[in-house]
């Protein structure tokens, strides 16, 4: 099965500044997406930004960008510019592009990272 | 248009009673999951529907736990003979379904309380 591992339980960043966001994964398939989802308080996943393994680009949106490394099977989230608004839970997950058996659409998730941003 | 929304919010019950979770997908996504967040086990996929194809239900923890969906549309949850265990955030989320470019969408989820 897959394993999403993010090794930074909790991260903080004063306002405007940058903090990147650590997520590893484990697979031995090629095709798949890679995703950052937010949490805040209120519990509904919001989606940041996703990833397609068959794309070299990193994708980036707004302020927020990534660093995939397939080789490496690393995908790092960077925001830059940091807002109050961003505190929040950042869950890093996994979806297969496969099309068979049981892991067909689900999402394997990571533990999470717990940001917080001081004014 | 209008997001996943799940009922009730918060939910508090007794060891031994049945719940009852519901999920309501955004409108026109065929494909319907159902995860549970908890503090010790983090997020696990509970559940998948997909259009009228057999539902997935590789990550149900136990035959306790019971889901259909109605119609394509609205999903219930079904908790019977409820455990401590079992307390826990229950997450909705659905898509569009096209598989290579489907990104799932969640509801604001359901806290599950067990006394």
């Known amino acids: 099965a897959q394993t999403v591992t993010q090794s930074q339980p909790e991260m903080s960043v004063q306002e405007a500044e940058t903090v990147t966001l650590s997520c590893t994964y484990d697979?031995?398939?090629?095709?798949?997406?890679l995703f950052w989802y937010k949490q805040p308080p209120s519990r509904q996943m919001i989606l940041v930004i996703r990833q397609e393994a068959y794309k070299q680009q990193n994708a980036t949106e707004n302020r927020f960008s990534v660093n995939f490394q397939k080789a490496a099977k690393s995908f790092s989230l960077k925001i830059s510019d940091s807002q109050l608004g961003d505190a929040a839970m950042y869950f890093c997950a996994y979806r297969s592009a496969r099309a068979r058996g049981s892991t067909l659409g689900r999402l394997y998730f990571g533990r999470g990272t717990q940001l917080t941003v001081w004014p | 248009g209008a997001g996943v929304s799940q009922s009730p919010s918060n939910k508090v019950t007794e060891k031994g009673k049945d719940v009852e979770l519901r999920c309501d997908p955004i409108?026109?996504?065929?494909?319907l999951y159902w995860y549970r967040q908890s503090l010790g086990q983090g997020l696990e996929f509970l559940i998948y529907?997909?259009?009228?194809?057999?539902?997935?239900k590789s990550g149900l923890p136990s035959d306790r736990f019971s889901a259909e969906r109605t119609g394509g549309s609205v999903s219930t949850l079904t908790i019977q003979r409820t455990q401590q265990e079992d307390s826990a955030v229950y997450l909705c989320a659905s898509s569009l379904g096209g598989f290579r470019t489907d990104t799932q969408y969640f509801g604001p989820g359901t806290r599950l309380t067990v006394l």
């Open positions: 529907f997909q259009g009228n194809s057999a539902p997935d």
């Open positions: 697979t031995s398939e090629s095709d798949y997406y």
């Open positions: 409108s026109g996504h065929t494909a």
